[in-house]
């Protein structure tokens, strides 16, 4: 997980949502969990990813924290420039709320963190500047 820039307007321990279920390191993985990671994506259609995710002027970022990047196989940082954002929303999550930012191509970049309200306007008062 990098720290983040000097141009950072907001930053966050988050876990982003991975739809596709980024394949595990079958070794590692089975050390930690079993079977009961295959019944959760399963049950969810994809696995929560903790890292954290940053806000800057041009983009909104996520990067896994270490454990994360020592079970996943392939790289589960994401990235959407926020010139793709068509919208942001939040709702309902239990614990946490949840920050959904949808992109021009329909991709949703989701992912949920204390004080997810307050991301969210952050976001969107990017965007308003982005777009003035």
Not at 42 to 48: A, K, S
Not at 50 to 70: C, H, I, Q, W
Not at 96 to 101: N, Q
């Amino acid at each position: 997980m990098t720290r983040p820039s000097s141009d950072v307007i907001a930053w966050k321990y988050a876990n982003l949502f991975i739809s596709d279920g980024a394949p595990e390191k079958p070794s590692l993985m089975s050390l930690f969990t079993g079977s009961s990671v295959d019944w959760l994506r399963r049950r969810m259609g994809g696995l929560w990813v903790g890292g954290a995710v940053t806000l800057t002027r041009d983009a909104l970022s996520f990067g896994p924290n270490a454990l994360n990047e020592a079970v996943h196989e392939g790289d589960v940082s994401k990235t959407l420039e926020l010139a793709r954002v068509v919208s942001v929303g939040e709702r309902f999550g239990w614990l946490t709320r949840i920050v959904d930012v949808h992109s021009d191509d329909g991709e949703t970049f989701t992912f949920r963190c204390f004080g997810a309200r307050a991301f969210a306007a952050n976001i969107r008062r990017a965007l308003e500047t982005l777009r003035t």
